[in-house]
């Protein structure tokens, strides 16, 4: 069975990736012992919240056209759906991979895989939406989730010096 998101359904699971992104820099910055790298990780889990918040309120701004699901779902299975594709794919803050983390150049290379898959992500979630105007307003969680790619490789390179 194939679904076609609409932007509603992309924003929900944008909401639980910066809930787990957040999730992962906090925990990371227990193990991480750079103040460069501590400080960069505090400021993305802040981030994560900002953007959390800022989907949130471009769900409520979303016409109504784009709220409801396109498939009939009397079980709520889609939601459910939603948010399992959303612990499976991005920043999960499990024991196995936060454990992965040793140091600040681990912890930057993890999250730059993270921020990659959300890219990712978020990209093949734009080709699965039902129009273009879905399509367009998933742009929007491309760009953030770059930006955080950018910063982070750009602190790895820094500390590779």
């Known amino acids: 069975m194939s679904y076609a998101f609409n932007a509603a359904e992309v924003y929900k699971v944008a909401i639980q990736i910066?809930?787990?992104?957040?999730r992962f820099y906090?925990?990371?910055?227990?193990?991480?012992?750079?103040?460069?790298?501590?400080?960069?990780f505090t400021e993305l889990a802040g981030q994560e919240v900002d953007h959390k918040h800022r989907f949130e309120s471009l769900l409520a701004q979303l016409p109504s056209d784009v709220k409801f699901s396109n498939v009939w779902d009397p079980e709520n299975e889609l939601e459910k759906y939603i948010k399992m594709m959303a612990e499976m794919h991005v920043f999960i803050a499990d024991a196995g991979r936060i454990g992965k983390v040793k140091d600040a150049e681990s912890a930057l290379k993890l999250a730059m895989e993270f921020e990659k898959d959300s890219v990712i992500f978020f990209l093949s979630l734009e080709e699965a939406c039902a129009g273009k105007k879905d399509q367009e307003l998933v742009k929007v969680l491309v760009k953030e989730e770059q930006e955080h790619l950018k910063r982070l490789t750009l602190e790895l390179l820094k500390l590779n010096k």
């Open 26 to 40: 906090e925990e990371s910055l227990k193990t991480i012992e750079s103040p460069e790298v501590k400080k960069l």
């Open 18 to 22: 910066e809930e787990n992104g957040k």
